[in-house]
Nanobody
Framework: QVKLVESGGDLVQAGGSLRLSCAAS????????MGWDRQAPGKQRELVAA???????NYADSVKGRFTISRDNAKNMVYLQMNSLKPDDTAVYYC???????????????WGQGTQVTVSS
């Protein structure tokens, strides 16, 4: 079983920055892609950014150029640097980790408990 713990959420003014962290523990040897999703009140959860063990990244169009995802495989950590924050970025941010089988197929997605990011105008 994988346990993910996020931290770094806070209240920040528009234009400010935050850095989210996610620590993975437990059965982590077969974690492949990790990422961040967010869910705003009344909206569906959406993918923000994801990163493979080799460092390949993808981002939601709404955050490209403002957010940067990174990971430290040795420390089992994934980060989300968020710059130029907007009120629309207000949401609960969740870390996820995909576990793969020996063939590389994803068979489970683990989630953290979430961390609140609030951007005031």
């Amino acid at each position: 079983q994988v346990k993910l713990v996020e931290s770094g959420g806070d209240l920040v003014q528009a234009g400010g920055s935050l850095r989210l962290s996610c620590a993975a523990s437990g059965t982590i040897f077969n974690i492949n892609t990790m990422g961040w999703d967010r869910q705003a009140p009344g909206k569906q959860r959406e993918l923000v950014a994801a990163i493979t063990p080799g460092g390949f990244t993808n981002y939601a169009d709404s955050v490209k150029g403002r957010f940067t995802i990174s990971r430290d495989n040795a420390k089992n950590m994934v980060y989300l640097q968020m710059n130029s924050l907007k009120p629309d970025d207000t949401a609960v941010y969740y870390c996820h980790a995909d576990r793969v089988d020996r063939y590389g197929a994803v068979y489970e997605r683990a989630w953290g408990q979430g961390t609140q990011v609030t951007v005031s105008s």
